[in-house]
């Protein structure tokens, strides 16, 4: 119950803050939703791993980090906790919308290639730095996994949106912020790059194919 | 005596950098302000528990990490700290007035709601990196908290002011930045916030529900 | 083969996010580019020593941290990732092309002395924060070494490219930012002060010249 | 005789990130200053204990944690680290050069506490984070004090200059920033406030009064 609670919270705070500043345009954007996941990390990985995200969630299940069953939940949790901060945000921002994101032709191949890089970025840095057994009680899980988001937002967020999490795609989409039409783009990307980002860390990492005591 | 001093001085330098950045409108406001709350907390982390913020102390209150007599004199401390501050930053800025936010009809509500999600992340960052025992000597916990600050002051700071924190709140009406007249809404939501923190925390982890071992 | 593996990924993800960033003029790319090698740096450097830089490679071969097979290695991954990674931000960014950086006169040794000197700091940075037996189990050495590559893009980006690395300079070249004519100037200066740092890393820490335990 | 060393390579990079940030007026230059002194002080924190800061020597000998002849010897080699950093960043943006920084009437008091405040905040954190008993091998403490230049810089740098240094205040005259004739109150409001902050760390922490064990 707990861990599904961390989820949900780390999850919601991600996409509200993603909702008002995305939507309002601010230059900080990327500085404020990279350092809002870190400090959720922070907070909630002692309980849940911080997950906040499918593709992570997935990346977890191919790893051996999480089982099946949590694995549901925690998306479940996540996709939850994304809808309820797009409502949020939409009750506060009341007026203020952007013209959502949509890609025709090759921008379609484009945005695929653009989530489905720094989702793997981000799984991989996530699986490395949270689930190994090199360095189990180091400090710095949350600033790597929160900069990898800061950077790939910079990076690529006016091409694709950035999302590299499906809740937060979703989320961005109830809110207006990305087409609905195009959202299975970021879904399959992020899916695909998360359980490609688990079976890499596996074949990098063959001493770590024994059951994880990582929490989750 | 020594931790309302270390409370006096993170209280005062948070809310002195938050009267001159907002008021002379600096683009980097958020981050100086996140960041000099970060250095404070860890500065001072080890002396009084770093809280500079009244809502932190009711969150650490109902947590059980603080005697009510000690909660008491933190707040009367973070109170003094940020009205010296407000007087010494416009003591600096003489001159430079910038109009005080104020609210109408259904901005009371969305700042409420703003100031409450916020000031909650807060205390539930503060509480899980701060004070759990399942990461007793981490050295995240400063950045984490600085973080939830400065991601907070990008993503809600043009819609409820982004204090988060009564004695900010408090200072910045003392600096003319937020009117007297709705000060209230931010004391109201923070503390609030603070208590439902601090009991989510204990619901969440039962294991800590005995007497704390940290400082305060 | 693992740590070859490594070193590409995270070799890739430096120069495409530095592609993206400056071909599209974004005001944040310094940051994303600092924190990007960070999020990389503590998500391989258990398992290569993360060094995505031959001039840091060079630094660690005369400091006695990696052999001269491992090496040589190395660097042909590095530049095979930035390789790569131009190749990759161009089908990106079709289309979008700034005009490339080149040097006449005077500016070609302002290049060279801010490559130079920006390049030494990166090296002396990672040799003492990564490979010190000063501080084995630190959590810091990511954030010290992307904070030096952040700082020096913003302080000589305009002057000389900002590349510090020899991978980053030929990927850079690759996309069309540096001209290939004028790239001589980076991977001289470069390749010399990484072997410069290396040289006075072993000066001022003659306890550190027996073979070190590190990684690589 | 490699403490000197690292007090030197220190203290250019600070000095000389400044020169170029400044007079080139650079948006992100807060950001790149606060973080290149990070980066330096984790590289550096082994050899020399990281001061790069006259004001800060001042405010470890009165803490008992640097003798009084390597203090000495730390402020002369750190104010020819600052004049040898202006003299490069002279020599790199010939041509550029922005109106010195000077005060008249009220503004020498405002620059005096301006530059007193930040540089007692900046001197009580690095007493805190990187001399006290309390943490002896935490990763946070060039974050903290990176952080405060930052904070510092982003604050009072329009008011003061915000050197909070006098090696950079020397720097930055050399380099036709700040004007010799109004140099005076940075070097003694840097120096006091040093001290200060010396004496308020022993008063705070008693405990701490016999020598300390610390590194320099």
Redesign the interface.
Known sequence: M?RY??EF?GTF?LI??IG??VT?A???????????L???V???G??SGAHFNPAVTVAALVRGAVSPGTAAGYVVVQVLGGVVAAG?AR??L?GAKPEALTFTG?EFA?AF??EA?FTF?LA??VL??AT?R??P????????????V???A???G??SGGAFNPAVAIGAAAMGLISWSVIWVHLLAEILAGALAGA?FLA??PAERSPSAVAG
Chains 1, 2, 3, 4 share one sequence.
């Open positions: 707990r609670a961390a919270v705070f509200f803050t008002i500043t309002s601010n230059a900080l954007a990327p500085i404020a939703i990279g350092v809002v870190m400090a959720m922070y907070a909630g002692h309980v949020t009750l506060v009341r090759r484009v290639a653009a890089l970025a991989y840095v490395n730095v190994s090199s360095h009680d180091n400090s710095f899980y949350g600033l790597a996994i929160g900069g990898t800061l950077a790939g910079v990076t690529v006016g091409i890499v990098l990492n």
